[in-house]
């Protein structure tokens, strides 16, 4: 799987939009971008993936660049709860073999929403 | 996170004891992934585990560790022995085929004293 790499941190106000930034370079053709979230002392919760088509769902925004080089995970109205460390995860999708099941999480950015 | 249920949620073993989590996939997955998440580090891959059969255990350590999944009831990821390194928080998550998007529970806390 693709490395990615996201700043460490983010400050966001209260009721504003978050835009978490993702590089991954050398993200494959068949590689998906995925976003996930962890608030402390939870476990990891799925927030959205694409592909390449920027997606929306009930959560966030997707917007991955044409190039498909870096993606933006945005939180349009952030709310405390939203305070939590964010990673972007690349993987394939699909039964293309090897041990694509194993989701490698980096650092990831931990976003602090201020009131 | 859509159903996965872990328990206990904490869990206290002395040196030596033996630890056993449950983890109980969503209803309808049959693909279940245990992580494990030390202090202030990121979650590790441990072992990924289909319906009585184990597909990869290569991120677990060789020994004291084992894992299950069987026909019927929870996945149970089993440690014996065990040390104060192994105090973590393992995470469970499943899928309903191997590729697809994982889901976790809320994990297992465990403090070996």
């Known amino acids: 799987d693709a490395k990615t790499t996201q700043p460490p941190s983010m400050d966001c106000a209260e009721g504003r939009a978050a835009n978490l930034p993702c590089n991954h370079s050398?993200?494959?053709?068949?590689?998906?971008v995925y976003w996930y979230r962890q608030i402390h002392s939870q476990g990891p919760q799925y927030i959205i993936h694409g592909l390449k088509n920027n997606e929306t769902n009930e959560m966030a925004s997707l917007i991955i660049t044409e190039d498909r080089k870096s993606s933006t995970l945005i939180l349009p109205h952030a709310t405390l709860r939203d305070t939590a460390v964010y990673y972007c995860?690349?993987?394939?999708?699909?039964?293309?073999?090897?041990?694509?099941?194993?989701?490698?999480f980096g650092k990831g950015t931990l976003l602090t929403v201020n009131p | 996170n859509a159903g996965v249920m872990q328990n206990p949620r904490h869990l206290v073993r002395r040196r030596g004891q033996e630890a056993r989590l449950r983890c109980s996939p969503v209803k309808g997955h049959s693909h279940v992934y245990w992580y494990r998440q030390l202090p202030e580090e990121g979650l590790k891959f441990m072992v990924y585990l289909q319906k009585e059969n184990i597909i990869d255990e290569s991120g677990m350590p060789k020994e004291r560790f084992s894992a299950e999944f069987p026909k019927e009831g929870p996945s149970i990821l089993r440690i014996q022995q065990v040390v104060r390194g192994d105090s973590a928080a393992y995470f469970c998550?499943?899928?309903?085929?191997?590729?697809?998007?994982?889901?976790f529970g809320p994990g297992t806390r465990l403090l070996v004293l």
């Open positions: 998550a499943s899928s309903p085929d191997s590729p697809k998007t994982q889901y």
């Open positions: 995860i690349v993987r394939v999708e699909g039964n293309s073999g090897g041990s694509n099941y194993k989701l490698t």
């Open positions: 050398t993200i494959s053709g068949n590689e998906y």
